[in-house]
């Protein structure tokens, strides 16, 4: 199958790949060419992810047996998130690229399991990362998430579209390239599930939303690490990490699709901010992790205050913090770190 445009909007082009997956292209400015067919040949698409019941603990749980062929930490020159040149055909078939987002071709959803996951790629340059990415970068970005969030969202087998970055071989990301990740869950995953039923027992209670009245509140106190006019970036006050930060507006906003878009550009500036500070902890790029909670698709909507949230296992140069029984076991998280000397930390780099 050749590569041929399906959509084409101003700095947005969907595409597919050779084995029908499809592959968008956002970017910083309109009227490129992103029309390059993808030469390799692929074997048929068939995502086979399954969707289980954890009965005793009441949670979904994946399972991708599938991905264990992934391709992980690929040698230099042959990284698949690089665009294509000559000889090298990745999963880009163009020669450059700004933002791409495309199909995953080992996901964790999809198939029976309903859902979908997609990889985004922040940048062509297999040596940059986030926190470095210019503005009208971080725009892109931000646009393409909105989009994803919005697109992904309207679909009949999607309840709510997580997005997230997983960065650090340290912590399990098989690629290298600055990337970060979109899956499309069938249910509400368990984390943002009782992130919503909080919000709701607290609207019941006070009446008001949970993350307005937590930042209102946090706004005035230690554990400040940076804010703009319309969004605060604080430690939570029962952080869980060494390094742990939440990104949220100051005002009630469902989603990132919610955003006008110079508030969105504005969001995006204060998060790499917080990413610069991360790793500028160490002397080495800090592994971490951050997550976007987002209002579901459908249900649920209501109780809903759009954050992001980024944390770190590093707890010092050389030593991780590792999960242990009473965290993964019992649910019982321990922070050796105290919340207001993290924020302090964060707020001086
Ligand atoms: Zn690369
Ligand atoms: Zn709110």
Not at 102 to 130: I, K, M, Q
Not at 200 to 220: F, I, K, P, Q, Y
Not at 289 to 296: F, G, I, N, V
Request: proline fraction near 9%; include cysteine.
């Amino acid at each position: 199958m050749s590569a041929h445009a399906v959509t084409a909007s101003a700095a947005r082009t969907s595409v597919r790949l050779a084995d029908g997956r499809e592959i968008i292209y956002f970017d910083d400015m309109p009227g490129l060419d992103r029309s390059a067919p993808d030469r390799r040949d692929l074997p048929p698409y068939a995502p086979a992810a399954e969707l289980r019941y954890d009965v005793l603990q009441g949670e979904e749980v994946l399972v991708a047996a599938h991905r264990q062929n992934r391709t992980y930490q690929p040698a230099p020159g042959e990284c698949p998130l690089c665009p294509s040149h000559g000889e090298h055909l990745s999963e880009i078939p163009a020669d450059d690229y700004h933002v791409v987002s495309f199909e995953n071709r080992f996901p964790s959803l999809g198939g029976p399991a309903g859902g979908r996951c997609e990889v985004l790629c922040f940048t062509s340059d297999h040596d940059g990362s986030f926190a470095t990415l210019p503005p009208e970068r971080l725009a892109t970005v931000g646009r393409a998430w909105a989009d994803r969030t919005a697109d992904l969202g309207a679909r009949a087998d999607v309840e709510y579209v997580f997005v997230f970055e997983n960065r650090g071989a340290a912590i399990g990301a098989t690629l290298p390239h600055p990337h970060g990740q979109i899956y499309a869950f069938p249910y509400i995953p368990p984390v943002p599930r009782r992130m919503l039923a909080a919000a709701e027992r607290h609207r019941a209670e006070h009446g008001t939303c949970l993350l307005c009245d937590v930042v209102a509140r946090e706004a005035t106190g230690p554990r400040v690490v940076a804010e703009t006019d319309g969004f605060l970036a604080y430690v939570p006050e029962a952080a869980r990490w060494p390094y742990e930060v939440y990104v949220a507006p100051r005002a009630c906003v469902p989603d990132l699709p919610a955003l006008e878009a110079a508030r969105r550009d504005e969001l995006m500036g204060l998060y790499a901010d917080v990413l610069r500070r991360f790793d500028a902890l160490y002397d080495h790029a800090t592994p971490y992790m951050a997550c976007w909670y987002q209002a579901p698709a459908r249900a649920g909507r209501d109780a809903a205050h759009l954050c992001a949230r980024i944390y770190t296992p590093q707890r010092t140069a050389d030593k991780l913090k590792f999960l242990a029984t009473s965290e993964t076991g019992g649910g019982a998280y321990i922070n050796d770190v105290l919340p207001e000397t993290a924020a302090a930390r964060l707020r001086e780099l």
